[in-house]
Nanobody, 123 residues
Framework: QLQLVESGGGLVQPGGSLRLSCAAS????????IGWFRQAPGKEREGVSC???????GYADSVEGRFTISRDNAKNTVYLQMNSLKPEDTGVYYC?????????????????WGQGTRVTVSA
């Protein structure tokens, strides 16, 4: 059974930091591109960041310079370090995977999804 499990969400004040984790089980992430997505209340899901098997990465304009994605293949885990958090970063964050070896993680159809972890940025 292929599974992704997110963790690390919570309540944080504006300007604070969180690190989200996405742990895979049932498969190895070495051959998969990983994306982080989020869905704010009343809004559509949007892409936040992604990382390819080559560790090339991409970010949404809204998080560029504040978020950093990384992967630890030995731990079968991908991380999203989120700094300088803003109230508009509030939402449920999902990680997703697609088998795709190479340098591009953008415009992929991700087909393995986690259940999400909630991030709330509020004073």
């Amino acid at each position: 059974q292929l599974q992704l499990v997110e963790s690390g969400g919570g309540l944080v004040q504006p300007g604070g930091s969180l690190r989200l984790s996405c742990a895979a089980s049932g498969f190895t992430l070495n051959y998969y591109a990983i994306g982080w997505f989020r869905q704010a209340p009343g809004k559509e899901r949007e892409g936040v960041s992604c990382i390819a098997t080559t560790r090339d990465s991409g970010y949404a304009d809204s998080v560029e310079g504040r978020f950093t994605i990384s992967r630890d293949n030995a731990k079968n885990t991908v991380y999203l370090q989120m700094n300088s958090l803003k109230p508009e970063d509030t939402g449920v964050y999902y990680c997703a995977a697609v088998r795709a070896v190479g340098s591009s993680c953008l415009k992929r159809v991700y087909d393995i999804w986690g259940q999400g972890t909630r991030v709330t940025v509020s004073a």
